[in-house]
């Protein structure tokens, strides 16, 4: 059987990146990202959806985000959906959020407008 897990999304952060370390020391950052859909409506009414979606990258592409994005910086992201199931407060939680494997600054970073792997 074939399978395939990519994504690629354009949108603007949510928040700024936040940085933190596992225990093995791999640099890790999470942020928002806000993608919209517009649409017209019967009455030829424009209307418009927002999805809101977990991001996370790892190493150095972590290192990178977290050094030069902030909300409100639009992204191109592609990555893959990663679902993560954990225990809090005695109750099971679990999320879908999308790992990057490459990020690419569609608004002018400072210091950099580069692509990143």
């Known amino acids: 059987m074939a399978t395939l897990n990519k ?6 952060l949510t928040s700024d990146p936040k ?7 791999t640099p890790v950052a999470n942020f928002g990202l806000a ?7 019967a009455n030829s009414e424009q209307k418009e959806n ?10 150095k592409l972590a290192e990178v985000c977290a050094e030069y994005l902030k909300k409100g910086k639009s992204v191109f992201i592609e990555g ?3 679902y993560r199931r954990w225990e809090q ?3 099971a939680r679990s999320k879908i ?5 490459t990020v690419q600054f569609l608004s ?9 792997s």
Do not use: D, M, W
């Open 7 to 12: 994504v690629f999304l354009i949108g603007n």
């Open 19 to 25: 940085l933190r370390k596992t225990e093995g020391r």
């Open 35 to 41: 993608v919209n859909q517009k649409y017209k409506v």
């Open 50 to 59: 927002v999805c809101f979606i977990e991001i996370v990258a790892f190493s």
């Open 80 to 82: 893959r959906l990663q």
């Open 89 to 91: 407060e005695a109750k």
């Open 97 to 101: 959020e999308v790992v990057a494997r």
């Open 108 to 116: 002018k970073p400072e210091g950099s407008n580069k692509a990143l």
